[in-house]
């Protein structure tokens, strides 16, 4: 249901499907998944290979607040990672990591128990002599493949990346390839974003 002319929606972006609703050689794209009303865009991205969530919107202003980097909104990623980092590689994101030729803003990270999400489709690939581990990473900038090669650039390659939260808003309980509509409660707590 629109607000006024407006609409909101947030969506679990499954693994391998695009943010996007074209694609020249016909890979799934968000087309694939619901019937948009044909103003709505996503805002912002996940990579094809990233999963979690992704908010759509025809409100030029809203997207306008969450792209602006002046606006240090915080994104919220539960990463799979080949290995299991110490708290003294896990420092360095405190303090910023380069990566191709800058240093990152700060971010929080902790290692965290595996969490509870669907099986990917196709699974993330096992193998008996690596272990892996769960990070919780909360970055307020949101460069192309920014956690990726954050966590490459430690020495700990990311195997499954899902984002869970922008701001106030949160994946809850929803399953991939799900659509909700954003509550009364979801939108005011991004309006606080115009008041910082």
Do not use: C
């Amino acid at each position: 249901m629109p607000r006024g002319n407006f609409y909101y929606y947030k969506i679990y972006k499954p693994f391998g499907v695009l943010s996007q609703f074209t694609d020249s050689v016909g890979r799934p794209t968000l087309k694939s998944i619901f019937d948009f009303p044909p103003d709505v865009y996503p805002v912002g991205r996940l990579d094809y290979d990233s999963e979690g969530l992704l908010i759509l919107t025809n409100d030029r202003e809203l997207n306008g607040l969450l792209l602006n980097p002046a606006h240090d909104h915080k994104r919220e990623y539960f990463v799979q990672v080949e290995g299991v980092p110490t708290g003294k590689d896990l420092s360095l994101f405190k303090k910023g990591i380069l990566v191709q030729r800058r240093i990152t803003l700060p971010a929080e990270v902790k290692l965290i128990s595996p969490p509870s999400f669907p099986q990917r489709n196709p699974p993330v690939r096992f193998r008996k002599n690596v272990p892996d581990s769960w990070l919780k990473i909360i970055l307020v900038e949101g460069k192309n493949r920014q956690v990726r090669r954050m966590t490459a650039a430690i020495g700990f390659p990311a195997l499954r990346l899902i984002r869970v939260r922008i701001e106030n808003i949160s994946l809850d309980d929803m399953k991939p390839g799900e659509v909700r509509e954003l509550s009364n409660d979801e939108l005011g707590g991004l309006s606080e974003m115009k008041r910082r």
